[in-house]
């Protein structure tokens, strides 16, 4: 078995960043005190971690408009939050959860991975303006395509060698007499690296019949380019826009090689073998589980750690045969990894499928690609410890993030089942007595928490009357990650909007 490799995309990298330190240098990851927001204790909300708080995951409509007051509310909710958590020490019960702990471990290791490549890899990818140029000239372009997907490498050689002739067309080698499916590429879209690169690293003609491609395991393509319209930059911003763009994907296509090339020194050498019968045994446990809508997936992750309940869908800790922990599954080198290990690994970094889409009888193939992709992060997770990346500002700052909104929420229900309003309260969105809940059972106990905490809460009013929020409802996912949900849920657990607690913050 050989170890794949999905790079990480530079676009997500950056948008990872953001969420911690927004505008500082990319050389120097810190988070500048300017840009702190809010400081309570030895807790801190930054500016950018704010909005992506407000704007990425769907706010209560008691607080979704862009005005002041519901910019208030916001900050007293994500306050409210980091004050909840810091009513649990180290002995609470989620806290000594193995999950938790697992799910946090898995969350601030994706991190390091993350700062690790955009350090090592996207930030030394240097773009020379004569690749610029080459490619913006060709970034406005629909390109009107027929095509030709062949599944076997000798007729793939056999069509090439045949349209080298002269004499046939792609049409009369396709064996049948019926049109050439067709489609629209453009510059922008996701396309198959071998076919992006095919239209837009060079020019070609109109006719002009480009492939084999190799674009999949066993599957080639043939393109026939029938027209294409151009889009033309006319005005100064847009053409500043599309060469921004075009530097950023350059660089981001050379920063996935560095990386490549990085990984494969890691890898190298190192030889994957399964063991048949347990391969086929967790096989058909984790088709049953991979294979659910993307509906049934947030329902197991909210019902996990938000603790909705649902008894009729697969709980992702199903898995508890004891005898069958202990079976070897698979030989890395000289090592023995038994399912045992192989669970605990899954507890912290969640299985990713190279294909979104795909049939059952797919699936044992594709679940050896994401075995051996998780066997290779976590040689880049080891990498990354070695160097120093779990101590660096902006993982310590993400994985707060999300343990202090996990433990929050754990004490919001907690204290609602303290008071016995458990029923009462609805986490639904949209309904009509939400904003009531919220003001009655829960916004009591974060008024309690902020005069016990009074004197340790500082903000900064300057950066908050700067900050601008949407109106745009969003969730913001990244793909190709263990953990592609980018920020928590918002903290619905107050409605207040006065800012009269806690002091100024000096520099």
């Not at 046939?168 to 198959?192: A, C, F, H, I, N």
């Not at 073998?273 to 659910?292: A, G, K, P």
Request: a neutral charge.
């Amino acid at each position: 078995m050989t170890f794949g490799n999905k790079p990480l995309r530079a676009w997500m990298i950056l948008f990872f960043l953001a969420i911690l330190f927004g505008s500082c240098g990319k050389k120097k990851p810190e988070i500048p005190p300017e840009n702190i927001l809010v400081r309570i204790g030895e807790k801190t909300l930054t500016t950018d971690e704010f909005i992506r708080r407000a704007e990425y995951t769907p706010r209560p409509a008691y607080c979704r408009l862009n005005n002041y007051i519901h910019k208030k509310i916001v900050l007293n909710s994500l306050i409210g939050e980091k004050l909840m958590a810091m009513e649990t020490d180290e002995d609470h019960p989620l806290r000594r959860d193995e999950t938790f702990r697992d799910y946090i471990r898995g969350r601030k290791e994706q991190a390091m991975r993350q700062l690790m490549y955009y350090e090592e890899a996207f930030n030394r990818a240097k773009v020379k303006t004569q690749e610029i140029e080459r490619e913006f000239s060709l970034a406005g372009r629909k390109y009107h395509l027929s095509y030709l997907n062949v599944s076997d490498s000798a007729r793939a050689v056999w069509i090439r060698d045949s349209l080298a002739t002269g004499r046939y067309d792609l049409l009369s080698l396709s064996g049948t007499m019926r049109e050439l499916p067709q489609r629209v590429v453009t510059w922008e879209g996701k396309e198959d690296t071998q076919v992006h690169d095919a239209l837009f690293k060079q020019p070609v003609e109109k006719g002009q019949v480009i492939g084999p491609l190799y674009v999949d395991r066993n599957q080639y393509l043939f393109i026939r380019v029938d027209r294409w319209t151009e889009n033309v930059a006319l005005t100064e911003q847009t053409a500043l826009q599309r060469w921004e763009d075009v530097k950023e994907k350059l660089q981001d296509e050379k920063a996935e090689a560095i990386w490549l090339n990085s990984v494969s020194r890691l890898m190298k050498d190192k030889q994957l073998v399964f063991v048949e019968d347990t391969f086929w045994h967790l096989c058909e446990f984790y088709r049953d589980l991979y294979m659910l809508t993307e509906e049934q997936k947030r329902d197991e992750f909210e019902k996990k750690y938000w603790d909705r309940k649902d008894k009729d869908k697969p709980r992702l800790d199903a898995m508890d045969d004891e005898a069958l922990m202990n079976y070897p599954f698979f030989r890395l080198d000289d090592q023995v990894w038994r399912v045992r290990d192989f669970n605990k690994l899954v507890a912290s970094h969640p299985l990713v499928f190279r294909k979104n889409r795909m049939s059952p009888a797919e699936f044992p193939e594709q679940f050896k690609f994401a075995i051996a992709d998780l066997i290779r992060d976590q040689f880049i997770t080891e990498a990354a410890y070695k160097k120093g990346y779990d101590k660096r500002p902006a993982v310590t700052a993400y994985t707060s993030m999300w343990e202090d909104a996990l433990l929050a929420n754990y004490e919001r229900m907690a204290h609602l089942n303290r008071i016995g309003a458990m029923k009462a309260f609805t986490m639904k969105k949209e309904q009509p007595h939400e904003q009531r809940d919220v003001k009655n059972y829960l916004q009591p106990y974060v008024d309690s928490l902020v005069v016990k905490y009074n004197d340790q809460i500082e903000i900064n009013m300057e950066a908050f009357e700067k900050i601008t929020l949407t109106r745009i409802d969003m969730f913001v996912k990244q793909d190709d990650q263990p953990y592609p949900i980018v920020v928590p849920p918002f903290p619905v657990i107050t409605t207040s909007h006065p800012l009269n607690y806690g002091r100024i913050m000096e520099f």
